[in-house]
């Protein structure tokens, strides 16, 4: 048996309360869509563990990666040695990725990869001779991590700045931006970033933002005439722009990379979560020959940074039998079908009492109620339906793996609608 009796009294669980534990539910194997609990029932994950997990659980062709790759070397430092699984992974990430991008750092987290990339940005301007650009512009409602670096770009409120105040370096917040996805993108709707950019280019680095989709700081799509539009003020006022597609890579907006959606390329972009199909920690942070080469061209002559497990062996090699899987697959259509399956069976929600909208992209569905849901009563009924969600505030939403069946994703979203009509 699981001693949840010791986990409840020692072990910190994400964003939880040691002196009034949330419930957590004891997990002892996952296949395929589900993960089973102890007792032995299956749960749909319609989180894909954080968003991470592409092709399901335990899937014999990143098993067989990783299997072939601990038998040939499971670990080895990257300071002076390379490895195949690396430099194919960073091929493959060069080639897929937008042209310009061309220079790839591997590093262990999404957060990292963040801090990777503010210090990439930091280092590029002070071999510019303009060190005094080292501020950074994030949008409100954004998330780029925990880590203090990240977590001064995420949105002040939510992330709670004022606890960490004295430590946290201050950035500049524009609004969220507007016009959702589909809707055009008036000079209006980009003044506020357009004014902090105009009155603060001298000292500012970069522009950090999630493309398309703001994730864990509200889910919502919004218009890629607004990202062409950050991207033109980026380059008139000579300020970097960092995309941060920890949550949109690979696939899940229905575009491979979400900045396709309006055809740019940012200086900087941050890569995590799916990179290994949910299976081991790795993220990494792409750059242009201009940043790298500014970098390079310093005063440290080097990039300031290199994790103790920088480019796994083992991660590596299961990340490029993730991009394999994903690329021989028709993960277009399958994007699609979801996005269609999910519009039109959650549509009913729409008019149900409590419910302020109902929105989809790619492979994502999110139910936003006009109060903050009860998790632990909307978790119990989801799961008494076999269903795994993680809510958050006034957010029900999913993001599947891509290789749901119709059928399953039928029983999740007839567990969101029931038990959200019921609350
Ligand atoms: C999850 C996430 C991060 C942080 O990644 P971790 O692996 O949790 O450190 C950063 N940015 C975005 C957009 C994310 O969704």
């Known amino acids: 048996m699981i001693d949840l009796e010791f986990d409840k009294q020692h072990i910190w669980h994400p964003y939880s309360s040691l002196i009034n534990p949330p419930p957590v539910y004891p997990i002892a194997r996952a296949e395929g ?9 299956g749960l749909i994950d319609g989180m894909s563990s954080w968003w ?45 990725t937008p042209e310009p991008l061309q220079k790839v750092f591997l590093s262990d987290s999404g957060s990292v990869s963040v801090e990777v990339a503010i210090k990439m940005a930091l280092q590029y301007w002070h071999s510019q001779g303009k060190p005094e650009k080292s501020k ?13 670096g990240a ?41 506020g970033i357009q004014q902090l950019i105009e009155q603060n280019h001298e000292s500012l680095a970069a522009v950090i933002l999630e493309p398309i989709v703001q ?14 539009r950050v991207r033109a003020l980026c380059d008139q006022y000579d300020v970097l722009l960092i995309a941060d597609e920890i949550a949109t890579g690979f696939g899940r907006t229905g575009k491979l990379f979400a900045c396709e959606h309006a ?43 290199g994790p103790t497990f ?33 519009q039109n069976e959650l549509a009913p929600l729409k008019n149900a009492p409590g419910v302020a909208d109902v929105r989809t992209l790619g492979a994502i569905g999110v139910v936003e109620m006009q109060q903050p849901v009860d998790n632990k009563t909307l978790q119990e009924s989801l799961i008494e339906q076999g269903v795994w969600l993680r809510p958050f505030g006034k957010l029900v939403y999913t993001m599947p793996p891509y290789v749901i069946s119709p059928e399953e994703l039928t029983q999740l979203t007839g567990a969101m609608n029931r038990s959200l009509s019921t609350l």
């Open 215 to 228: 994730g864990a700081g509200g889910m919502r799509f919004y218009s890629p005439e607004y990202l062409q």
């Open 33 to 41: 869509v589900r993960i089973y609990l102890e007792d032995g029932r």
């Open 263 to 305: 055809e740019i390329s940012p200086d900087i972009l941050t890569l995590g979560k799916t990179l290994t199909g949910g299976v081991l920690t790795l993220a990494a942070t792409l750059c242009t020959d201009k940043v790298a080469n500014g970098i390079c061209t310093g005063e440290a002559g080097v990039f300031m940074h």
């Open 151 to 191: 977590m001064a770009t995420c949105d002040p409120v939510t992330g709670m700045h004022h606890l960490f105040a004295k430590m946290l370096p201050q950035h500049l917040f524009a609004p969220a931006p507007t016009p959702k996805f589909g809707e055009p993108c008036a000079d209006s709707d980009t003044a």
């Open 52 to 96: 991470s997990t592409l092709h399901g659980y335990n899937v014999p062709e990143l098993n067989a990666a990783m299997q072939n790759q601990m038998e040939k070397m499971s670990h080895v430092m990257f300071g002076g040695l390379t490895h195949e699984p690396a430099i194919e992974l960073c091929k493959k990430l060069v080639a897929l």
């Open 136 to 148: 950074l512009l994030a949008l409100r409602n954004g998330y780029h991590g925990d880590t203090f």
């Open 310 to 342: 920088m480019g796994n062996p083992m991660a590596c090699a299961v990340a490029n039998a993730n991009i394999d899987l994903l690329l021989k697959s028709d993960w277009k259509l399958r994007i699609s079908d979801i996005e269609q399956q999910l």
